[in-house]
């Protein structure tokens, strides 16, 4: 006796692409992470890391692009060595850089939410540049709104201090902003064609 069964769609296919792309997106991130060159006498790595956001939030938008970097984040917070120079645990967000890690998750939440205008991502061919330049630099506010208090508070100093201790990283950040929009502007090219 056979029986017939209706089709259900428990995921949309929306969803199913956002929830890809932000697993794809933790990785890179942990990827970039590892991409890092130590320097001892500020005790904080130059790395890659930042791009994670950046890209998180030009692409999948503000939900999607947060939720990417919460994955990042509680997969590192889990124990696996997805942070820079392969440090993992919960304690490293205790550290001096555990505030920049946090200011992450909310960089791809402001990254997506400017540039998209809103909880829906918009296609990245809707985006003009200018708006992309100004959301990954509203990111990379925010990651220093974050990550600078965390540290002078870890670290016993003030704030001004520890803007001083983040000085040499500045301008390499500032590049970086521009680096992912050209990032994403060559990739969106390269689909038009």
Same mark, same amino acid.
């Given at each position: 006796?056979?029986?017939?069964?209706?089709?259900?769609?428990?995921?949309?296919?929306?969803?199913?692409?956002?929830?890809?792309?932000?697993?794809?997106?933790?990785?890179?991130?942990?990827?970039?992470?590892?991409?890092?060159?130590?320097?001892?006498?500020?005790?904080?790595?130059?790395?890659?890391?930042?791009?994670?956001?950046?890209?998180?939030?030009?692409?999948?938008?503000?939900?999607?692009?947060?939720?990417?970097?919460?994955?990042?984040?509680?997969?590192?917070?889990?124990?696996?060595?997805?942070?820079?120079?392969?440090?993992?645990?919960?304690?490293?967000?205790?550290?001096?850089?555990?505030?920049?890690? %946090?200011?992450? /998750?909310?960089?791809? *939440?402001?990254? &997506? @939410? #400017? !540039?998209? $205008?809103?909880?829906?991502?918009?296609?990245?061919?809707?985006?003009?540049?200018?708006?992309?330049?100004?959301?990954?630099?509203?990111?990379?506010?925010?990651?220093?709104?974050?990550?600078?208090?965390?540290?002078?508070?870890?670290?016993?100093?003030?704030?001004?201090?520890?803007?001083?201790?983040?000085?040499?990283?500045?301008?390499?950040?500032?590049?970086? %902003?521009?680096? /992912?929009?050209?990032? *994403?502007?060559? &990739? @969106? #090219? !390269?689909? $038009?064609?």
């Amino acid at each position: 006796m056979a029986q017939e069964y209706e089709s259900v769609e428990l995921v949309d296919d929306d969803t199913v692409r956002n929830l890809a792309g932000a697993a794809v997106l933790a990785a890179l991130t942990a990827a970039l992470a590892q991409l890092s060159i130590p320097i001892p006498s500020v005790g904080v790595p130059f790395s890659l890391q930042p791009f994670g956001p950046f890209f998180a939030g030009l692409l999948l938008g503000p939900l999607w692009g947060g939720f990417a970097m919460a994955l990042y984040l509680v997969a590192g917070a889990a124990g696996a060595p997805v942070f820079s120079n392969g440090a993992a645990g919960i304690g490293y967000f205790g550290g001096r850089t555990g505030g920049f890690l %946090v200011g992450f /998750a909310l960089s791809a *939440v402001v990254v &997506g @939410a #400017v !540039a998209h $205008r809103g909880i829906e991502p918009r296609p990245v061919s809707e985006l003009s540049v200018a708006v992309e330049l100004a959301a990954v630099a509203a990111g990379l506010v925010v990651v220093y709104a974050v990550g600078l208090p965390w540290m002078a508070e870890v670290l016993g100093i003030s704030i001004g201090a520890a803007a001083g201790i983040m000085a040499p990283f500045a301008v390499p950040d500032v590049v970086k %902003v521009f680096v /992912a929009v050209a990032v *994403v502007e060559g &990739g @969106a #090219v !390269a689909l $038009r064609e």
